[in-house]
């Protein structure tokens, strides 16, 4: 069948790199890709938001299945459109419709749904501008830090946590005044939950559902967690401490629910989810649902699943996910972000990047690449990501450190310590 992926990052590099390896895939299209994809796939010069140009060339190039990558394309409803659209209906599109990407979508809807189905999250409220008053005394009975969000997407910068009081009544103001756009309209503040964070995927055909490999993503642009949010700069696979003991916890009182409210719901749901969670004294809570893959998480999981992807699609779409059994591979992975200097904040683009072809114990996932004059250059602030296995992360993390040291461009920068708070 022919093939279509959505998106142009690392995550979209990954799912092009596991998809091309089935023998169900004949011919791959990703739209509009990167460098990295352009290797083994054909890009396509498409914007993933642009619905009716997205399906002329679904139509024109005879695709059977589209996995959307990135989040904005289904919280805008692409897999609405696809379904009332009769030339379109039958592509199997990955990914839940508009009102379940409405859990990523809207802050305020996943903890609405949290409460409405018994999912153990932090308390919170959600305030309007018309509300800021009320949002300040809500904040002065909370103990510091203050978590302040902004309810619709934000492209990763929505969440401030903020030690300060006034500070933080300040930030409610701003936030509710514009300075994330339509995104912070709405603002949910929430108390703080300390603890260690890590990632569970899900794979659901909205009543069946796989728990695919858990993952950590390192979020800070500095080394021990500090600076700036990014992307991300690096992720581990499995979580060393994501033990059965967790792993049973977090299946009967967060993914068995879920699954279960989107039914009870309704919701039309055939895709990934992505549960983040935070272990606090052994005991693990929700901080956020994504409707599709994490990115750099993408680049650890999708490497150590050994059932051939498009059968597992194949089978979410169809509604026979409890048909396949998930073969996945023992041995850790880890990847590390190569990114462009002053990233997350204004950097330059166009810097050739040499090496590439030396890598030879890790796998090369472009994320903000192209290909100009002949070289490959960079074309975003998260470039590269290098994944490695091991028989343990710090042995692939190893590999992954040696790798980054045969790759070059300007003012490149990468974590050094990427799993540090595991051991």
Avoid at 130 to 145: C, D, N, Y
Avoid at 146 to 153: F, Q
Avoid at 259 to 280: N, Q
Wanted: aromatic letters at 8%.
């Amino acid at each position: 069948m022919n093939i279509l992926i959505l998106g142009s990052g690392g995550r979209e590099h990954t799912f092009a790199y596991k998809i091309a390896q089935s023998s169900k895939c004949s011919k791959l299209y990703v739209a509009p890709g990167n460098a990295g994809t352009a290797e083994i796939a054909e890009n396509l010069h498409l914007n993933p938001i642009d619905f009716p140009a997205v399906g002329k060339a679904a139509l024109d190039k005879d695709i059977s299945m589209i996995v959307v990558g990135p989040e904005d394309p289904l919280v805008k409803g692409i897999v609405d459109f696809f379904a009332n659209d009769e030339q379109l209906k039958d592509i199997q599109i990955i990914g839940p419709s508009s009102r379940g990407a409405l859990l990523e979508g809207s802050k305020e809807r996943a903890k609405e749904f949290m409460a409405m189905h018994k999912i153990p999250t932090a308390a919170y409220e959600s305030f309007s501008f018309e509300s800021l008053g009320a949002g300040k005394k809500f904040l002065e009975t909370l103990e510091p830090p203050y978590v302040l969000k902004a309810d619709g997407l934000a492209a990763g910068k929505g969440v401030l946590i903020i030690d300060d009081l006034e500070e933080a009544k300040k930030e409610l103001e701003n936030m509710l005044s514009g300075k994330f756009g339509a995104a912070s309209e709405k603002v949910v503040i929430e108390e703080f939950l300390d603890g260690i964070e890590l990632s569970v995927f899900v794979l659901t055909d909205g009543k069946n559902y796989k728990i695919l490999p858990t993952a950590k993503d390192y979020k800070r642009i500095g080394e021990g967690d500090t600076g700036l949010n990014t992307g991300g700069m690096g992720a581990v696979s499995p979580v060393p401490f994501a033990d059965e003991e967790l792993m049973a916890k977090i299946e009967d009182r967060i993914v068995k629910p879920t699954v279960e409210g989107l039914k009870e719901e309704e919701i039309d749901y055939k895709g990934f989810i992505f549960i983040g969670l935070i272990k606090v004294k052994g005991e693990p809570f929700v901080i956020e649902y994504n409707v599709r893959m994490g990115d750099p998480e993408t680049e650890v999981v999708l490497p150590r699943i050994k059932t051939d992807l498009v059968e597992l699609l194949e089978n979410t779409w169809n509604g026979t996910l409890d048909k396949i059994s998930l073969d996945i591979d023992e041995r850790a992975a880890t990847t590390v972000m190569m990114v462009s200097g002053g990233y997350p904040e204004s950097y330059e683009k166009g810097k050739v990047i040499s090496g590439i072809n030396d890598i030879e114990d890790s796998i090369v996932f472009h994320a903000g690449t192209k290909k100009e004059n002949g070289n490959i250059v960079t074309s975003g602030g998260r470039v590269i990501a290098l994944t490695s296995f091991g028989e343990d992360y710090n042995k692939a993390l190893k590999k992954s450190y040696q790798s980054a040291e045969k790759l070059q461009f300007d003012k490149m920068y990468f974590r050094k310590d990427i799993g540090f708070d595991l051991s």
